[in-house]
């Protein structure tokens, strides 16, 4: 196989990348192949040491869809490692703002669920205790008595509105954060290629 | 759509009930001749099943659930 033919299969092969990429990938092996010439291989010798086109395109593709972490070139995971804990301060804080982030996220998505139950229980308790202690009331003064009585009734009436409110908010929200866990979730199972 | 029907009715109750109760809120203002000060000489001795607590400063409404301790309080309790 020529060199024009490999790279001609790889180009077909790599049709799922954006064009950027697939250049990038291009011009990349077309320079490890004139490399290979140059140091006196012949196109053929040079084609075959690669590989097949469609095997490298399978690998790319692959990585394609993968986060890139750029680590420090070392060449030795022990000083990798050593970078990788004094560059702990950094990257720990990166990390602790995202975790943060999307904590936060999540408290402001539910305050509005938790305002409305809040209420509803308060106002419940709010007629419970109005209701039942208007007759009381009424027997020291029945202008307050009856507006005790009053004020329970319309209790009664907002905390059922707030509790059916807090359903169908709590509803709507869990199918919200569950597309939010599986989006995050999704975003970490990505494969991570370290260069 | 039955659902739907229920949750209608449900709201609707709800809305009856809200209005009920302002009414006969309303009612019991009346029968002060809607005079808060009228209101506010009508002391009487808190217990804890009042709701409406009036004195010399404010009205609010709420559960005193011990001295510092309230609940649903709309108003200021101080």
Known sequence: ?195 | MRMNRTKRKLINLCLKLIMIGALISIVGFGMVGFNYKKLMNQTITEKWYHTIHINDENLWYGVRLGNDFFMMNIGSPE
């Not at chain 1, 004139?34 to 140091?39: A, F, L, T, V």
């Not at chain 1, 006196?40 to 690998?59: D, R, Y």
């Not at chain 1, 904590?103 to 305002?115: F, N």
Request: proline share 3%; with cysteine; glycine share 8%.
């Open chain 1, 1 to 195: 196989m020529s060199k024009i033919e490999f790279l001609k299969e790889l180009e077909a092969n790599l049709r799922k990348m954006n064009d950027s990429e697939k250049n990038k990938f291009i011009t990349y092996y077309d320079e490890i192949i004139s490399d290979y010439i140059e140091n006196g291989m012949t196109e053929e010798e040079a084609v075959n040491k690669i590989g097949s086109p469609a095997k490298i395109a399978v690998e790319l593709l692959e990585d394609y869809d993968s986060v890139r972490l750029r680590l420090p070139i070392t060449q030795n995971k022990a000083t990798n490692m050593v970078l990788t804990i004094i560059g702990f301060p950094l990257w720990g804080s990166v990390l602790l703002s995202v975790i943060l982030l999307i904590l936060s996220g999540y408290i402001i998505l539910w305050c509005a669920p938790i305002a409305t139950g809040a209420g509803s229980v308060g106002f419940f308790i709010a007629a419970l205790v109005g209701v039942v202690g208007a007759p009381f009331v009424m027997t020291q003064n029945i202008s307050i008595g009856v507006m005790q009585l009053g004020a329970g009734i319309a209790s009664i009436g907002i905390s059922v509105l707030l509790g059916y409110i807090t359903i169908v908010l709590s509803k709507n929200f869990v199918i919200i954060t569950k597309k939010y866990n599986a989006k995050l979730v999704k975003l970490y199972k990505k494969k991570v290629v370290i260069q």
